[in-house]
C-alpha cells in the first residue's frame, strides 16, 4: 500500500467543478418565485436530498498493533488525492436537522492499481442557528473497500469496515426547496486486517478528508 | 418522599461516575447480570398497573412540552423554568470550560499530553482517527462521562437531545483535536459522545429531580448544590444566571411519570472456568432505578424514561453500570404491547469478560393474562453496537492476566499510553429477552438472557459472542423487604482469527442470595 502513489482523477474533479458553477445558475434560475413566496416551513416536503462532489484525500496506516512481536509494520502511506462524490437522502425532522443515509464514495488510481472506497452511513445534520446557513453533520455506518493494488493481490479483494463522519458546512437558501451546500467531512474506515501479498497488516484504519459543494433538494 | 428517593439514589450514582472514572482495570471484578429493563420486574408490572391512568396524563404533557418547547418565544425561554436557548453559549462551553478544566487538570497532574501547541493541533489534524491505547476504564467511563459535561452544555443552554448530542460530538472533536498532543482517537470520539447522550441525559434528568424549584433561602441554595453535583454544567449557568434562586415550576418534561427504585443487598458465590464454585462469599450491592414508565403510552421524547443499574462488589469495587433510554415508544394490541427504540450504554466488569459498549436496541414487550393478579409478562430485543471493547485474551492464554506490567520509566512520559492494549474494539450486535411471573407489583420468577456478538477490528483479530442468563425466586416477607436467590450462567466463545482458526469457551456459574427493598 505504501507504493501506491497518487493521480489525480482530472474528469472527476472537473465535473465536481463545473456541478459547483452549475447549481448557483441553476437555483439562480429558480429563485424569483421562491423570493416572492418562500414555503413556510410547514409546507415543506419532508424530503432531504443532496448530491455533489468533493475534492477528497486518503490516507491509511495502520496503529495499535495487538501484537508487538508481528514482523509488519505498515508506517504512514502517502496522501493520495482524488475527486469522490456524494449523496444523502432522508427525512427533514424540522427545519433544523435532517437525518437520512450518506453515500461517499472516492476512487483512487496508484501505480500498482487502483482503490474504490465507499461509505454507506446513517447521517444526522444540524444546523444550531435555524436563521444561519451553518450545519454540523456526524453519523456511522459501514464502508467497503475493494483494492486491486499490486501489494494486496493479483486479484481484488472486497473488505468492510467500520464507517464514522463528522463534518460542518453551509447551506444557502436553507429555506427554499433547491440549495447549495459547500462542506468539510472527515470519513474514517476502520478496516481491520488488510491481507497483502506480504502478510497481514493489522489495525488499518483509512482517513479521508473532502471538501466539496452539492446541490440539496428539499 | 420522590425527592428523597431522588437524593438518596442518585447521589450514589454521581458518586459511581466520579469512582468509575479513576477505577483501575486491573481487579478481576464480578458477575453476570440479566437486562437491567428486564431485572427491574416489581418496577414494571406497578408500571403495567398504573399505565392506561398514567397514558392520559402522559400524553397530555407531551402536548404542553411541544407548546412550551417552541424555540422562537421573544424571552428564549421554553418555559418559565426552562433556561434560555442559546447554541452559541452552548457551543463555547464545551469548548473553553470543559475542555479547559480537562487541559487545566493535565497540567495540574504533569501529563505531556497536555503540553498543546498550533504544531500539535497541525499534526493531529494531519494525522486524522486513530485507536488509542488508553486504559479499560478511562475509555469506557471517563470519556462518557468527560462527554456528559459536553452534552449538558447543551442541556443547561436550552437545546434539545439531539442537539446536546450534537454539542457532545462537538465538544469530543475539538478535545481530540485540539486538547491533547495524542492523536485524535475514533473510539473516544464514539464512546464521548453516545455516552455522553446516556450519561448526560440521565444525570441532566438526575438533577432536576434533587432541585427544588420552590423553595427558597437555605433549602433551596443546598437543592441547587445537590443538583449541580449531578450536573456541574447545568448548574453552574444556574447559578451564573441567576435561575438558582428564581422560583418557578420544574419543566414539564423533567417530572418523571413514576419514580422506582431496588436495593438489593446479599452475598454472591463465583465460579470459574471448571464449573467449580468458590467458597468464599463475595458481598455485593445493586442498585437499580427506574425514572418514568417506560412500558406504556406513546413518546416521542428521549429519555422521558429511562432504567439505569449500577453494582458494587462482588467481587470488585465498581462492578456494573447500564442505562437503558427510551428514543421512543409505540404501543401496540391494546396497550398490551409496547415496541420501544432504547439507547445502551454498557460497562460490565465480570470473571468471564470485561465489557463495554454503545449501542442501540428495538425491543418489543408483551403482557398476557394481566386480568388476573398474576400474569407473565415478556419482552425481546436487539439491536446494533456501534462499538464496543472486550478484554483481549491472546490465542495462547487460557486464563486473563491477573497483572499488568508496569509502564517502563524511559515511556513516552506520562498521559502517553504505550500499550499493547489488553483489549478489543469493534461493532456487532446484541439480542436477549426475559419472562416474568408476575403477581400484582412482583415478581415471582423471572428468567432473563443477553447474548452479544462483537467483531474485534482493533485488537487481537477475533469474533467475541458474549452471553448470560439469569434465573431469579424471590419472596416477599414483609412490605418492601423481600428475599431472593438468583442462578447465574454465563459465557465467553471467542473464535479467533489466527491460521488454525482457534475457537475458545469460557464458562462461569454464580449463585446469589439478597435481600431487597423496593422503593418508589
Redesign the interface.
Known amino acids: 500500500m505504501e507504493r501506491v502513489v497518487n493521480r489525480p482523477r482530472p474528469a472527476l474533479l472537473s465535473g465536481t467543478l463545473l456541478l459547483v458553477w452549475l447549481v448557483p445558475a441553476a437555483a439562480g434560475a429558480q429563485s424569483e418565485p421562491h423570493a416572492a413566496a418562500p414555503p413556510a416551513p410547514s409546507e415543506m416536503s419532508k424530503l432531504w436530498l443532496v448530491v455533489g462532489g468533493a475534492s477528497a484525500t486518503l490516507?491509511s496506516?495502520c496503529?495499535?498493533?495487538?501484537?508487538?512481536d508481528s514482523p509488519h509494520t505498515c508506517g504512514q502511506s502517502p496522501y493520495r488525492h482524488s475527486g469522490s462524490l456524494i449523496a444523502d437522502i432522508g427525512y427533514r425532522v424540522h427545519d433544523?436537522?435532517d437525518v437520512g443515509a450518506e453515500l461517499f464514495w472516492m476512487p483512487t488510481n496508484t501505480s500498482s492499481g487502483h482503490i474504490r472506497v465507499t461509505h454507506v452511513d446513517a447521517v444526522?445534520q444540524?444546523r444550531?442557528?435555524?436563521s444561519q446557513g451553518f450545519f454540523?453533520k456526524?453519523g456511522?455506518g459501514l464502508a467497503f473497500l475493494r483494492n486491486w493494488v499490486d501489494a494486496v493481490g493479483p486479484s481484488s479483494i472486497d473488505q468492510k469496515?467500520?464507517s464514522?463522519v463528522?463534518g460542518a458546512g453551509w447551506v444557502f437558501r436553507p429555506a427554499d426547496r433547491l440549495g447549495l451546500e459547500i462542506f468539510g467531512m472527515?470519513h474514517?474506515g476502520?478496516?481491520?486486517?488488510v491481507q497483502t501479498s506480504e502478510g497481514p497488516i493489522?489495525?488499518v484504519?483509512g482517513?479521508f478528508?473532502s471538501v466539496g459543494a452539492a446541490v440539496v433538494i428539499r | 418522599m420522590r425527592r428523597v428517593v431522588g437524593v438518596t439514589f442518585l447521589a450514589v450514582i454521581g458518586g459511581a461516575g466520579a469512582v468509575g472514572a479513576q477505577t483501575a482495570p486491573a481487579a478481576v471484578p464480578d458477575a453476570p447480570r440479566s437486562s437491567l429493563l428486564a431485572e427491574a420486574p416489581d418496577l414494571v408490572s406497578a408500571a403495567v398497573a398504573a399505565g392506561l391512568r398514567q397514558d392520559a396524563v402522559c400524553r397530555g404533557k407531551q402536548q404542553d412540552q411541544q407548546t412550551d418547547q417552541s424555540?422562537d418565544r421573544p424571552s428564549r425561554r421554553a418555559c418559565d423554568g426552562c433556561p434560555p436557548r442559546s447554541?452559541?453559549k452552548a457551543?463555547l462551553e464545551a469548548t473553553f470550560i470543559v475542555n479547559g478544566m480537562a487541559e487545566a487538570a493535565n497540567l495540574i497532574r504533569g501529563q505531556v499530553t497536555s503540553h498543546i501547541t498550533p504544531k500539535t493541533w497541525w499534526a493531529n489534524m494531519k494525522?486524522?482517527?486513530?485507536?488509542?491505547?488508553d486504559e479499560f476504564a478511562v475509555n469506557q467511563i471517563g470519556h462518557p462521562y468527560q462527554g456528559n459535561a459536553y452534552f449538558n452544555s447543551g442541556r443547561a443552554n436550552g437545546l434539545s437531545f439531539?442537539?446536546s448530542a450534537?454539542v457532545a460530538?462537538?465538544g469530543s472533536?475539538t478535545w481530540e483535536y485540539f486538547g491533547e498532543t495524542n492523536?485524535a482517537s475514533?473510539n473516544d470520539?464514539?464512546n464521548t459522545?453516545l455516552g455522553g447522550a446516556a450519561l448526560g441525559e440521565m444525570f441532566h434528568r438526575a438533577g432536576w429531580l434533587v432541585r427544588n424549584t420552590h423553595a427558597t433561602g437555605g433549602r433551596r441554595r443546598w437543592s441547587e448544590i445537590g443538583a449541580t453535583a449531578l450536573d456541574p454544567m447545568t448548574g453552574l449557568n444556574r447559578f451564573l444566571t441567576g435561575d438558582a434562586s428564581r422560583v418557578t415550576d420544574k419543566p414539564a418534561d423533567f417530572v418523571p411519570m413514576s419514580l422506582n427504585g431496588i436495593f438489593s443487598v446479599g452475598a454472591l458465590w463465583r465460579g470459574d472456568n471448571t464449573h467449580a464454585v468458590k467458597s468464599a462469599a463475595e458481598p455485593f450491592l445493586e442498585m437499580d432505578l427506574l425514572y418514568g414508565d417506560a412500558w406504556t403510552g406513546r413518546s416521542r421524547t428521549p429519555y422521558e424514561a429511562f432504567a439505569v443499574r449500577l453494582m458494587f462488589g462482588g467481587g470488585a469495587g465498581f462492578s456494573e453500570a447500564r442505562v437503558r433510554g427510551r428514543l421512543l415508544g409505540q404501543p401496540f394490541g391494546g396497550e398490551r404491547g409496547q415496541f420501544l427504540v432504547v439507547q445502551a450504554y454498557d460497562y460490565q466488569a465480570n470473571d468471564a469478560y470485561h465489557y463495554g459498549a454503545q449501542a442501540f436496541n428495538a425491543q418489543v414487550a408483551w403482557t398476557a393474562g394481566r386480568t388476573s393478579g398474576t400474569y407473565v409478562w415478556l419482552s425481546g430485543w436487539g439491536g446494533l453496537t456501534?462499538?464496543g471493547a472486550v478484554d483481549?485474551l491472546p490465542v495462547d492464554l487460557n486464563t486473563r492476566p491477573t497483572e499488568t506490567e508496569p509502564p517502563s520509566s524511559d515511556g513516552p512520559g506520562q498521559g502517553i499510553a504505550e500499550?499493547?492494549?489488553d483489549y478489543?474494539y469493534?461493532?456487532g450486535a446484541s439480542l436477549g429477552g426475559f419472562v416474568n411471573l408476575m403477581h400484582g407489583p412482583r415478581t415471582l420468577l423471572g428468567f432473563t438472557y443477553d447474548g452479544r456478538h462483537l467483531y474485534?477490528?482493533?485488537?487481537?483479530?477475533a469474533n467475541h459472542f458474549l452471553q448470560r442468563a439469569r434465573l431469579d425466586l424471590s419472596v416477599p416477607i414483609h412490605r418492601k423487604l423481600g428475599i431472593g436467590v438468583a442462578s447465574e450462567y454465563f459465557s465467553r466463545w471467542t473464535a479467533y482469527?489466527d491460521p488454525n482458526h482457534t475457537v475458545k469457551r469460557y464458562h462461569y456459574p454464580q449463585f446469589r442470595v439478597y435481600f431487597t427493598w423496593s422503593v418508589s
Do not use: C, H, K
Open positions: 490516507r496506516e496503529n495499535a498493533p495487538a501484537n508487538p433544523r436537522m444526522a444540524f444550531p442557528w435555524a454540523l456526524g456511522a469496515a467500520l464514522v463528522v472527515q474514517a476502520a478496516i481491520g486486517d493489522e489495525n484504519m482517513n478528508w | 424555540p447554541v452559541g457551543l494525522q486524522g482517527w486513530v485507536w488509542d491505547l439531539y442537539e450534537a460530538a462537538f472533536g492523536y475514533l470520539l464514539i459522545t456501534v462499538l483481549s500499550g499493547p492494549r478489543d469493534g461493532p474485534s477490528l482493533s485488537g487481537v483479530r482469527q
